[in-house]
């Protein structure tokens, strides 16, 4: 049973539109979560990260949220340009627990000019 | 500066041929991982080394050796391939825990 989730496979939004990509996990020691974005023929590289003691975080065009009851979060990217298409990937870790980074499997985001 | 390096890119194997698939890394990093990325199923954790001298079993293990030959290189071995095996394997390194990972480009393994 996956721990963490990525109900939707792929998303297209328009270019200049909001993404949201959504993330669950069931586990409830997970305390740090992180998203990876991945290209084609590339290995995936870190976009952002939130620790369970908020419910935000902004980096740019780029912010995740987080909603622990509900064991849910989301990645917002406002506005989306077309160099975003890509796979992102939700990561639910244990920190201070090295082998404990469990992926999603993936979103694949096509924004559209 | 390099990051992470993984050799080779590609590689095509037989049924029962072994391999070594070698990931070195130059950030200094004490902790470093192997996955594997299959189709709808994420990255999945095959073996990691915490530090140098040591290292411990992930989620999918079997069929899998590991050597941390040094603090910059660590290497996955298949003895016996199978087509089970087929997938595109990752080479990750931490700094420490919570903070973020850094992936090398990856090797696409087909066993035929």
């Known amino acids: 049973d996956q721990q963490v989730k990525q109900n939707s496979p792929s998303l297209s939004v328009q270019e200049g539109r909001i993404s949201i990509l959504n993330c669950d996990y069931t586990?409830?020691?997970?305390?740090?979560f992180l998203w990876y974005k991945k290209y084609p023929a590339e290995g995936p590289t870190f976009l952002i990260s939130?620790?369970?003691?908020?419910d935000k975080n902004e980096d740019g065009r780029f912010t995740v949220f987080l909603n622990k009851s509900a064991k849910h979060l989301s990645l917002h990217i406002v506005p989306s340009q077309p160099g975003d298409s890509a796979v992102y990937f939700c990561a639910a870790s244990v920190l201070a627990s090295y082998d404990k980074v469990i992926f999603g499997p993936g979103t694949s985001l096509s924004v559209i000019p | 500066n390099a990051g992470v390096t993984q050799t080779p890119k590609f590689q095509v194997l037989k049924t029962g041929q072994s391999m070594t698939l070698q990931c070195a890394q130059d950030m200094n990093h004490n902790s470093m991982y192997w996955y594997r990325q299959d189709p709808g199923m994420g990255l999945r954790l095959i073996y990691y080394?915490?530090?140098?001298?040591?290292?411990d079993k992930g989620e999918v293990p079997n069929g899998y050796n590991v050597s941390r030959l040094n603090k910059r290189e660590f290497s996955l071995r298949l003895e016996s391939a199978a087509p089970s095996q087929t997938s595109v394997y990752f080479c990750?390194?931490?700094?420490?825990?919570?903070?973020?990972?850094?992936f090398g480009q990856g090797t696409r393994l087909t066993v035929v």
């Open positions: 586990n409830s020691m997970f305390d740090y």
């Open positions: 080394s915490a530090s140098e001298g040591t290292t």
């Open positions: 990750a390194t931490i700094q420490g825990s919570g903070t973020e990972a850094f």
């Open positions: 939130i620790s369970s003691i908020k």
